[in-house]
């Protein structure tokens, strides 16, 4: 699954962003293997996330949905995710679910020395390291990188660079709270694997920067 290794921003900014997905092998051991995601999910509940859904169903900022209605919904062929921004509660997940032991794959995208650190603690050898060569052809039609900060936490491309835009202007002009920006385009992204605390981070300095060019 190579949909969370596009996030974009610098060390300091990827230090809070961390996706653990976990996924069975089609035609191999997916059958009757929605009861050990549901295991894995309530090991992710244990370790503060910040954002967890399921690819079929949504995610917790979804409205009508929540952790306990997405567990019990999950089928064999669901895809889990949980964000985590403290490397100790990813380390904790990673951890617990190596102790698990339930046979199903297990992705982790972060900071490559804080993903190989965490694995040694957990006494895991990573199978296979998947990592973005980038974007390649005319890459000055891209939105600006400090948009693609924010988008790039979205997958399956759910949030665009104009939604960013206006919601920035809203937050600089007062008419939305930064968290509610960062909550509404949280309910876009369908798997749940945006992260809304560093959204409102950059948010909030976006437009901050943007109120101060203005004077």
């Not at 090991?43 to 399921?54: A, E, L, M, Q, T």
């Not at 306990?68 to 669901?78: A, P, Y």
Request: glycine fraction near 8%; hydrophobic fraction near 40%; include cysteine.
């Amino acid at each position: 699954m190579t949909h969370t290794a596009y996030r974009l921003g610098n060390e300091e900014s990827l230090k809070m962003d961390y996706v653990v997905l976990c996924i069975a092998a089609r035609n191999f051991n997916h059958q009757s293997c929605a009861e050990k995601l549901r295991k894995m999910s309530e090991i992710f509940r244990k370790h503060n996330p910040v954002n967890f859904g399921d690819v079929k169903q949504g995610s917790i900022w979804r409205e009508g949905l929540d952790f306990d209605r997405i567990v019990s919904e999950l089928k064999d062929t669901s895809v889990i995710h949980g964000v985590f921004t403290r490397l100790e509660d990813v380390k904790g997940a990673v951890k617990d679910l190596k102790a698990a032991d339930l046979g199903i794959s297990v992705v982790v995208t972060g900071l490559f020395k804080d993903v190989f650190c965490l694995a040694e603690e957990a006494g895991l050898k990573p199978h296979c390291v998947g990592i973005s060569l980038g974007i390649f052809g005319r890459t000055e039609k891209l939105a600006p990188l400090e948009l693609r900060e924010v988008t790039s936490m979205c997958g399956h491309n759910m949030i665009g660079p104009h939604t960013v835009k206006d919601v920035i202007a809203d937050v600089r002009k007062g008419k939305i709270k930064v968290e509610a920006a960062a909550k509404e385009m949280a309910e876009s992204c369908i798997c749940g694997l945006f992260n809304p605390i560093r959204a409102a981070l950059l948010i909030q300095n976006l437009a901050e920067v943007q109120n101060a060019a203005i004077k």
